[in-house]
């Protein structure tokens, strides 16, 4: 009789061990595999809007990135009947861009020019708003790389719009150090003419 009491107590000592083991250290739960997994968005492509002087028509830019660079696509829109038509596309490489100047458009709507940075410097590009080639098969002219041809004394620092229909103004510095002139570049006859004023 005397063994019976003692099994009742190591019986109720072992479901109050098990009971605070279980209250302790309670079994993870396990995942629901019931629902899917939550979807991750990637941020929308970016894109800017730059609207004609006379407010007939719009630069659109969108970005697309991709593992090793980004596309660029552009967009002409026209403002009076809501069509768009794109007119340009360039993939550069990461830590390069485009981007659309204040006074891109031409007073006369058919030329448009960009600025490309990028490791080797910083670049512009002409187009023509309605997607046709510039300069034989190329979509642009690339006002730099001809300006460095025929005045490597100077260095572009800014081109900042337009002195006419067919005029591009870019302004300069000397390539040893000091404010260079400014210039027209006339597209019709891809020349370059100094000026006697600096435009700032």
Not at 21 to 45: C, E, G, H, M, T
Not at 76 to 97: C, H, M, P, Y
Not at 113 to 140: C, N
Not at 185 to 195: A, K, P, V
Request: proline share 6%; with cysteine; net charge negative.
């Amino acid at each position: 009789m005397e063994k019976h009491p003692r099994i009742i107590i190591a019986v109720c000592l072992t479901v109050v061990v098990a009971c605070l083991i279980f209250i302790l250290f309670p079994r993870r739960q396990q995942p629901n595999n019931s629902y899917p997994p939550p979807i991750v968005k990637a941020d929308p492509p970016r894109e800017i809007i730059t609207g004609s002087s006379d407010g007939k028509w719009a630069l659109k830019m969108g970005e697309e990135e991709g593992e090793t660079g980004v596309a660029y696509i552009f967009w002409l829109l026209n403002l009076t009947d809501d069509s768009q038509k794109e007119i340009f596309r360039k993939t550069v490489t990461l830590g390069s861009a485009l981007s659309i100047p204040f006074n891109t458009f031409s007073p006369d709507d058919k030329y448009i020019f960009l600025k490309e940075t990028g490791e080797g410097g910083i670049g512009y590009l002409l187009l023509s708003a309605s997607g046709t080639p510039l300069d034989k098969d190329a979509l642009t002219l690339e006002i730099s790389g001809l300006f460095t041809d025929k005045y490597p004394d100077y260095i572009i620092t800014d081109v900042t719009g337009w002195g006419g229909e067919n005029l591009i103004i870019i302004n300069t510095d000397k390539s040893g150090g000091g404010i260079g002139p400014s210039f027209w570049f006339d597209i019709t006859g891809r020349t370059f003419i100094q000026l006697g004023t600096r435009f700032n």
